[in-house]
């Protein structure tokens, strides 16, 4: 791996601006649902979700990211409404606590997007890259928050049943949906300095796909944005510590990962995308990351050019 610098940015987000590249900035998961992949019913009830929010800034979070409808492979849809009577709450309850923390709002409904803005978050983080409801990119434009862009291959309904991509497919779909995506936000009006990218591992991409998207991470520099990378205890990192184990012990069936072992996958796959040039972390874990973070961090300050 060929190491350069990591392009600093200034991201304009609601009413603040967060810079962007001197150091890895730690966007925590915060989910408030009953099915979400990993966490699903541990913090859906709004006093068990106060309290994990405000451990979560306690041990670094930079950003908050709360979200209150599961896209788990074939989950099942809910109405904006209902994921607002989820978020609404507690958002209210984060910022009556911690006034100056930054909130996040995980949705792809713009009616959620604007009251959770109105209510006080900074930015809106779209798995669908603005293209499964088509009013949120001017909602976005005319709340002037922050915005991420995610890359995503199809739904949450019909992961299970997309055929595989040829490998050498896999990037150029990505770049592709993603730059379909800038063009709609910038052209509702949203300016670049707004907006972050997250190419989306998972998320429609199958098994050995995202580390293509690891191999292949400087090409995500050519739209010359700043960028988010979310492999948090994803599929894929479990498949490869299941592999690992049958072919250590291929006598026997591999036990499921341990929580310490996902940890240890996602640490990897963390030091990996901030030495390829990513600049936010979306994870669960916030001190390990962190921790991670700054040996990466280290490592870039050292580059010489």
Same mark, same amino acid.
């Given at each position: 791996?060929?190491?350069?610098?990591?392009?600093?940015?200034?991201?304009?987000?609601r009413?603040?601006?967060?810079?962007?590249?001197?150091?890895?900035?730690?966007?925590?998961?915060?989910?408030?649902?009953?099915?979400?992949?990993?966490?699903?019913?541990?913090?859906?009830?709004?006093?068990?979700?106060?309290?994990?929010?405000?451990?979560?800034?306690?041990?670094?979070?930079?950003?908050?990211?709360?979200?209150?409808?599961?896209?788990r492979?074939?989950?099942?849809?809910?109405?904006?409404?209902?994921?607002?009577?989820?978020?609404?709450?507690?958002?209210?309850?984060?910022?009556? @606590?911690?006034?100056?923390?930054?909130?996040?709002?995980?949705?792809?409904?713009?009616? &959620?997007?604007? #009251?959770?803005?109105?209510?006080g978050?900074?930015? !809106?983080?779209?798995?669908?890259?603005?293209?499964?409801?088509?009013?949120?990119?001017s909602?976005?434009?005319?709340?002037?928050?922050?915005?991420?862009?995610?890359?995503?291959?199809?739904?949450?309904?019909?992961?299970?049943?997309?055929?595989?991509?040829?490998?050498?497919?896999?990037?150029?779909?990505?770049?592709?949906?993603?730059?379909d995506?800038?063009?709609?936000?910038?052209?509702?009006?949203?300016?670049?300095?707004?907006? !972050?990218?997250?190419?989306?591992?998972?998320?429609?991409?199958?098994?050995?796909?995202?580390y293509?998207?690891?191999?292949?991470?400087?090409?995500?520099?050519?739209?010359?944005?700043?960028?988010?990378?979310?492999?948090?205890r994803?599929?894929? #990192?479990?498949?490869t510590?299941?592999?690992?184990?049958?072919? @250590?012990?291929?006598?026997?069936?591999?036990?499921?990962? &341990?929580?310490?072992?996902?940890?240890? @996958?996602?640490?990897?796959?963390?030091?990996?995308?901030?030495?390829?040039?990513?600049?936010?972390?979306?994870?669960?874990?916030?001190?390990p990351?962190?921790?991670?973070? @700054?040996?990466?961090?280290?490592?870039?300050?050292?580059?010489?050019?």
């Amino acid at each position: 791996m060929s190491l350069v610098p990591r392009t600093p940015f200034d991201w304009h987000l609601r009413t603040r601006t967060l810079t962007l590249g001197p150091r890895t900035r730690i966007m925590s998961i915060l989910n408030v649902t009953p099915d979400s992949f990993s966490d699903g019913g541990h913090f859906f009830s709004p006093a068990k979700a106060l309290a994990h929010a405000l451990q979560l800034l306690d041990e670094g979070a930079d950003i908050l990211d709360l979200g209150g409808e599961s896209t788990r492979p074939n989950a099942t849809p809910i109405t904006p409404a209902e994921e607002q009577s989820r978020i609404l709450p507690v958002l209210k309850s984060i910022l009556d @606590a911690r006034p100056d923390a930054i909130l996040s709002i995980d949705t792809f409904h713009a009616e &959620t997007a604007r #009251l959770a803005i109105e209510a006080g978050a900074e930015i !809106v983080n779209d798995v669908s890259g603005h293209l499964w409801d088509l009013s949120m990119s001017s909602t976005c434009a005319h709340l002037r928050c922050g915005v991420i862009l995610m890359h995503t291959r199809g739904t949450p309904q019909d992961w299970h049943t997309l055929p595989p991509l040829h490998p050498m497919l896999v990037m150029p779909a990505v770049l592709t949906g993603l730059r379909d995506s800038i063009y709609a936000a910038r052209t509702a009006g949203t300016s670049s300095d707004n907006i !972050v990218l997250d190419p989306g591992f998972g998320f429609g991409k199958l098994g050995d796909d995202n580390y293509i998207i690891h191999a292949l991470f400087h090409q995500l520099h050519q739209f010359g944005l700043p960028i988010l990378t979310g492999t948090s205890r994803k599929g894929f #990192l479990t498949k490869t510590l299941l592999k690992q184990a049958a072919a @250590a012990n291929p006598l026997r069936d591999p036990a499921a990962p &341990t929580d310490a072992a996902r940890l240890n @996958a996602t640490t990897a796959s963390n030091v990996a995308a901030i030495l390829s040039g990513t600049h936010i972390l979306r994870v669960h874990d916030v001190r390990p990351a962190i921790e991670a973070a @700054a040996i990466a961090d280290a490592i870039l300050s050292h580059i010489v050019v």
